[in-house]
């Protein structure tokens, strides 16, 4: 299963990216950090990541310019393929001193935290001086820790939410809101599909892509209040989790019985869905669509975020992130670099909509009001004239960015096992408790290992 962190595919993903920012082009840079011939000699840095994630390439070039640590490249195809590599030499003195994740990582930090692989950061941390805790999303920093010590650093993070059209949720009766729980927010997007699928204006709800239910699940994992406690015993909520799954299962059902209606209805209808099921740097990408849906259609959006278990509250899971290996020789040099790249601001790269919120409020306060002042978007050849973000979006999003009350860490393995074991509910072929069941005993048996 290809590990793609709860991202939610929206219909109109493709058509929206063809529209983009004049203001944010991307600069094309061919240039390759130069590599040392000698690994982990004196002030010489072993570095890893992937091509998933080219944006450290860049960190990386600036931090060369003015930086006496030389530092020495390895740029894997793929996460996988680091990961292989670092879990096969991470107890030998060879490999990496930093490695640099995204959110396709299937490294298990935390076991690698308790084989002493991984640095324990705190000492560190906790005497950086250029560290204020109020210039930093504190929840989600404290995500990197593992039993209290620091054994990661956050780069940028992803918030689930929901975009929809105003005309629609007028039709639903404004009933979807985030000032809930979690579990009531997906009744209630459920009961506003329902009404969704019986109106003659609109015949398609939610956006659900063929083949994205597994995603779905791994998105519901992080919401479901399922818990891990003290890495041996498991605790959950087996009707809520049932109604994730319901929720899930419905909109699938949905989007397959309506699949080739909306392929041959054109691109417009494609696009004049419901609701939208989005993940990633909410900021960016509810501007993306506010934008787009005013430049093509003139229609406005709102948009919801998806809470917590607790009532408008919101749940963060760390995105990009670095850490250290415990065999380091340049352990100091090395939490220097990865507090630079946690400082580095991506957003003048471009590359805002591919990448999460920044760690660091400052950079998204500063990618936040060049979003918002976007008045001309780039359409093909042309341009279009958009207003700029309203003052009550603003608003609004700057202080619900502050309302993130969990976050946590990708956990690859404990995610595969729900999204495989759910599944089989989700596609009709097997029913939830014995669904649920396999579970708990596939995760009882993962923790016994």
């Known amino acids: 299963m290809r590990k793609r962190k ?13 529209v983009g920012l004049s203001a944010c082009g991307k600069e094309n840079r061919d240039s390759e950090i130069s590599v040392s011939n000698s690994l982990n000699s004196e002030n010489t840095l072993v570095v890893y990541f992937a091509k998933e994630n080219p944006f450290y390439q860049f960190a990386l070039e600036e931090y060369q310019k003015t930086s006496k640590t030389e530092i020495d490249l390895h740029v894997f195809d793929t996460e996988e393929e680091l990961a292989k590599q670092y879990v096969a030499e991470g107890m030998a003195a060879s490999g990496a001193d930093v490695v640099l994740c995204g959110n396709t990582s299937s490294l298990n930090i935390k076991s690698l935290a308790s084989k002493g692989v991984c640095l324990d950061l705190t000492q560190y ?58 579990y009531t927010f997906y009744k209630d997007l459920l009961t506003c599909q329902e009404i969704l699928h019986d109106s003659e204006e609109i015949r398609l709800g939610l956006c659900f892509p063929f083949g994205s239910a597994e995603e779905n699940l791994l998105y519901a994992y992080h919401v479901s209040g399922l818990h891990l406690t003290d890495g041996s015993q498991i605790t959950a909520d087996k009707e809520k989790i049932q109604i ?169 393995d404990e995610e595969k096992i729900f999204a495989e074991t759910m599944i089989d509910y989700i596609n009709e072929t097997a029913d939830f408790e014995d669904c649920y069941q396999q579970m708990c005993s596939r995760l009882d048996i993962y923790l016994r290992e």
């Open 6 to 18: 709860f991202y939610f595919k929206a219909v109109c993903i493709g058509i929206l990216c063809m």
């Open 125 to 182: 941390f906790n005497q950086d001086q250029q560290y204020q805790s109020q210039n930093y999303y504190e929840v989600v920093v404290d995500a990197g820790k593992i039993e209290g010590k620091q054994y990661v650093l956050p780069i940028t993070y992803d918030l689930g939410f929901v975009v929809v059209r105003e005309a629609v949720e007028d039709l639903c009766g404004n009933v979807v809101t985030d000032q809930t729980d979690c």
């Open 244 to 412: 994730l799954c319901d929720f899930i299962k419905a909109g699938q059902k949905e989007w397959k019985e309506k699949f080739d209606e909306m392929k041959n209805s054109g691109q417009k209808s494609a696009l004049l869905t419901g609701y939208q099921l989005l993940n990633g740097n909410p900021a960016a990408n509810v501007r993306r669509q506010e934008y787009a849906y005013e430049a093509l259609f003139d229609i406005t959006i709102n948009y919801a975020f998806i809470p917590s278990e607790s009532p408008g509250k919101f749940h963060a899971t760390v995105r990009d992130f670095g850490f250290v290996s415990a065999k380091s020789d340049n352990q100091e040099q090395a939490y220097q670099l990865l507090r630079y790249i946690m400082d580095y601001n991506f957003y003048k790269l471009g590359v805002v909509y591919d990448t999460g919120v920044p760690i660091n409020q400052n950079n998204f306060e500063n990618q936040f009001q060049e979003l918002c002042n976007i008045t001309e978007v780039t359409m093909g050849n042309s341009s279009k004239q958009v207003l700029p973000m309203s003052e009550d979006f603003r608003k609004r999003l700057r202080e619900q960015m502050t309302q993130i009350d969990s976050a946590s860490l990708v956990s690859p």
